[in-house]
């Protein structure tokens, strides 16, 4: 059976100050939620104050990105290591930002999600097709091309410990949402996708999340579909208010 999973990604907002503002508000809101993986992914510069607010909560702490290497010469970034120490528990990897604005590739993604799972940490792999490629008719292509360039040379239990959000980057930010349906077709492609890549088993266990343009007036319908398992939030988990009625929202949703 799989569990929903409401992920919150902050990208580049929120001041320590203002993190532990809204954690504190989170705590509260959804103190009682125990049917629903809740995760927070604040910028780095607040994971550690968020940690100790989350400290005994049903939150979990979630970071943005993380390198590959465990140390080194390496200005600017943050390894696994790093992210376990402040108590991070879960790792977005391959957002379609990192993708658009900093060249981030499967290769990369790929060398990310090997290094959060040999330290334990849960991945969030992002897979998702831009406008253009939706319009030219090739969402199915690129799906195939995320999926299978990520996950190279993982073995079927380490994809089974792993979550895979797909975002339409037409979707993110833009306010347009994929109907329920237009999601549920990508998302029970993905889960085919596992299915032949590794095993059904697999596939029925890996969670995979919607990532466009949630909010609280679509959620239900969403996570109503078979194959959605969750959401990736952006714009609405920087609000206690919105993010927490996504979240309650989604606890009148079966477990899949």
């Keep these: 059976m799989r569990k929903i999973i409401i992920a919150g990604n902050w990208k580049l907002n929120k001041t320590s100050q203002e993190a532990i503002e809204l954690v504190n508000s989170l705590n509260r809101e959804l103190v009682d939620v125990t049917s629903v993986d809740i995760i927070v992914c604040p910028p780095f510069t607040a994971l550690t104050e968020v940690s100790d607010v989350l400290t005994d909560s049903n939150i979990d702490l979630g970071a943005q990105n993380l390198y590959w290497e465990d140390s080194g010469a390496f200005t600017g970034e943050v390894s696994a290591p790093m992210l376990k120490a402040v108590g991070v528990r879960y790792v977005i990897v391959g957002h379609s930002e990192r993708r658009q604005f900093f060249g981030e590739t499967n ?121 959605i398992d969750g959401a990736l939030v952006g714009g609405a988990s920087l609000k206690a208010d919105s993010f927490s009625a996504i979240v309650k929202n989604s606890v009148s949703v079966t477990t899949k």
């Design 107 to 227: 290769v990369t993604v790929n060398k990310r999600l090997k290094s959060a799972l040999r330290h334990k940490l849960i991945p969030i792999v992002c897979v998702g097709e831009n406008l253009q490629e939706r319009e030219a008719n090739k969402t199915f292509d690129v799906i195939r091309d995320h999926v299978e360039g990520s996950l190279a040379g993982l073995s079927a239990e380490e994809v089974k410990g792993l979550v895979i959000a797909y975002e339409p980057v037409w979707a993110i930010g833009t306010g347009k949402t994929a109907t329920s349906a237009q999601a549920q077709e990508v998302h029970k492609f993905i889960r085919g996708l596992l299915a032949r890549m590794f095993s059904e088993d697999v596939a029925q266990a890996v969670r995979i999340q919607y990532g466009g343009s949630v909010k609280p007036e679509n959620t239900a319908e969403l996570l109503g579909q078979e194959d």
